[in-house]
């Protein structure tokens, strides 16, 4: 049993939980993540690692109130206890030799692009930090980004924040100031993460995403978590999560992504009754 250690709500929808879990924390890095089960013969999730601590022994996972599981686990309260957390799983991203690095977070992928951002400060890169998210009141870790990236950039798609535009156009705009980016982290949702490898493509800008397709199993076995990566079918879970975004069929990953949107409808109202 996993307890939750402490509990922050940081925006409407998101939330952010430490939980001890010392075995996972002694060994995480960036790009890792857990799969979790609230209850017996409850579905497993995966959920991106977004912080560690490992002398407290704990391990950070934000999340959005998307489904039943979700919507359970935003129930549970500091001191109450989850049955499993797996982990860590999958391959850690590969931060180490670049200079300067633009990291693009959309919405919740914040969370997820946070510790690639935070590693690669604390290996000497310079840290250009643009998130994106539909408005003001969305906006998540702004202070936690600010501590750890060279200049930072916060747009929203209704301009509520005083910056109205993409990620996207806030790329463009460096690009075209001269910067010389060596390396763009883009996490979020695959059409944001499309339209920025469709941008850095022309640059030969190295972009690397980070794919969170359905998952079951989260060791190989199952399949479910399949994506075509320059023809060839990679599993998210032991090959990723993160890949050569240059090489990613988007197409094939989206449909893919809206497979089971009506089991998870189902199992949500389920849930209400
Ligand atoms: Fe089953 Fe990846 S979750 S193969």
């Not at 952010?16 to 010392?22: R, V």
């Not at 997820?112 to 539909?134: E, M, N, T, Y």
């Amino acid at each position: 049993m996993y307890k939750i250690i402490r509990k922050r709500v940081l925006n409407p929808y998101v939330k952010s939980m430490d939980i001890h879990a010392p075995a996972i924390a002694k060994k995480a890095e960036p790009g890792q993540f857990i799969i979790l089960r609230v209850y017996e013969g409850g579905e497993r999730i995966p959920l991106t690692i977004a912080d560690y601590n490992r002398v407290e022994g704990t391990v950070t996972i934000i999340f959005q109130e998307v489904g039943k599981t979700t919507q359970l686990l935003g129930n549970m309260e500091e001191g109450q206890h989850l049955l499993d957390f797996v982990g860590p799983l999958g391959e850690a991203s590969h931060l180490e030799g670049y200079k300067k690095v633009a990291v693009i977070g959309g919405g919740l992928g914040t969370a997820i692009a946070f510790p690639q951002a935070k590693k690669l400060h604390s290996l000497g890169a310079q840290v250009h930090l643009i998130a994106g998210f539909r408005n003001k009141d969305l906006i998540i870790l702004e202070e936690e980004m600010t501590a750890i990236s060279d200049e930072i950039f916060i747009t929203t798609d209704d301009g509520s924040n005083g910056n109205k535009g993409f990620v996207t156009n806030v790329l463009q705009n460096q690009i075209d100031q001269g910067n010389e980016y060596d390396l763009v982290i883009a996490i979020g949702p695959l059409p944001m993460m499309k339209a920025v490898c469709d941008l850095t493509r022309d640059y030969e800008i190295k972009t690397i995403i980070s794919m969170n397709p359905v998952m079951i199993d989260g060791t190989g076995m199952c399949g479910g978590c399949r994506v075509t990566v320059g023809g060839k079918t990679k599993f998210a879970c032991v090959d990723g999560p993160d890949f050569d975004g240059h090489l990613i069929d988007f197409d094939e990953a989206m449909r893919r992504q809206s497979m089971y949107k009506d089991q998870e409808r189902s199992s949500a109202k389920d849930h209400e009754c």
